[in-house]
């Protein structure tokens, strides 16, 4: 059960509440974000829950029978819509394109891709500094310095960061640079980043972890709710599976199913979610048609010459293409 508290709602009426919600038996959370004031709570007994919504300080109360309440569409009914400065939003009636290298490599590279994603229309602009490789001896990323002339690159033209952050401590240095935080696959469970991000606030991509259900998808979500912070937008990109024809398989059957346990938006990860090049188009244009909120896209001016990721990552040639062809199908759906 979530009951939502007035903005007014003084301490006295909510110690009522809570008593009166522990007397039914319910374990009571408070949860305060920077919009709003909630209780969770946890129980079994069933009871009028109009006995809550009757009491002073209460804007609403529902029952939610799923275990991640504050992501649940059972208690959020319309979808959330995540919106930045200049008019950047993610999620409903808008197809949000997030394009960008995989790594940040160079300010010339920068230059070039922002110029690109100009002429695209494109309002986010993806690119990690912060490198999680498999390899210890793979590129790890240009760091901090990379950061900041990425952010002063992009922001000259009204393009929106979206980076990757590792660990809690570089939440505070990477503040000021960045839009989005991306929390990368391999941190999907990371509780104690989970619980900082939720203390912050921007937006969080949170990616889906490499063999994490939907169910601990969403839990990593409530975990940075809870502490907080309401924006976030999950990223399906792939799990792991027996197959091996492909660097992941893409789950897409997980974005109807996402989108109708969550009122939070869908975006979905082509590139990593099969890490071939040539079959990134048909994987983003399916998950448009499957019901996505947005792409995330790898692209580069010269795949070859990539420091990661280059076997999944698209030309402009063939970024142009798929830009083109998303925007005619997300038209198509969304009618
Ligand atoms: C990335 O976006 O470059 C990345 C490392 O993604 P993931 O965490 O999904 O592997
Ligand atoms: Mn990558």
Redesign the pocket.
């Known amino acids: 059960m979530i009951i939502q508290l007035k903005a007014d709602c003084t301490d006295k009426q909510k110690a009522a509440i809570i008593s009166k919600v522990q007397a039914f038996g319910y374990k009571v959370n408070e949860v305060t974000t920077f919009e709003r004031h909630y209780l969770v709570c946890v129980g079994k007994a069933d009871f009028d829950i109009r006995a809550i919504g009757n009491l002073r300080g209460v804007q609403d109360v529902h029952r939610v029978e799923d275990a991640n309440m504050l992501v649940s569409h059972q208690w959020r009914v319309h979808p959330t819509v995540i919106r930045l400065d200049d008019g950047v939003e993610i999620g409903r009636n808008n197809l949000s394109i997030i394009a960008g290298p ?2 940040i490599e160079s300010e010339e590279q920068v230059q070039i891709t922002l110029d690109f994603l100009q002429r695209q229309h494109i309002k986010l602009m ?1 690119g ?1 500094v912060f ?2 490789r498999s390899s210890p001896y793979s590129f790890r990323g240009l760091g901090i310095e990379g950061l900041k002339f990425f952010s002063r690159m992009a922001r000259e033209r009204g393009i929106k960061v979206v980076t ?1 952050v590792m660990q809690v401590s570089q939440i505070e240095q990477m503040y000021d640079y960045v839009d989005v935080f ?1 929390v ?4 999907a469970q990371n509780f104690n980043l989970l619980d900082e991000l939720g203390l912050v606030d921007k937006p969080v991509l949170l ?2 972890g ?1 063999s994490t259900t939907l169910e601990e998808f969403l839990a990593s979500a409530e975990y940075i709710f809870c502490n907080g912070n309401e924006r976030i937008i999950l ?1 399906e ?2 799990i792991r599976t027996f197959e091996k024809s492909y660097r992941n398989t893409l789950d897409l059957n997980a974005v109807p199913v996402l989108k109708h346990k969550t009122h939070l938006p869908v975006i979905v ?1 082509p ?2 979610g099969i890490g071939i090049r040539r079959f990134v188009e048909p994987m983003a244009l399916a998950a448009v048609m499957a019901g996505a909120d947005g792409i ?1 896209v ?1 692209i580069h001016h010269e795949p070859e010459l990539a420091y ?2 280059g076997d999944q990552t698209l030309n402009f040639q063939e970024a142009e293409h798929l830009f083109r062809k998303l925007r005619t199908a997300y038209a198509l759906v969304a009618q």
């Not at 990368?184 to 941190?187: E, K, L």
């Open positions: 995989c790594s993806r990690g490198k999680p990757e991306q990368g696959a391999r941190n990616k889906r490499l990223c990109r792939g990860d590139s990593h995330l790898e990661s990721d």
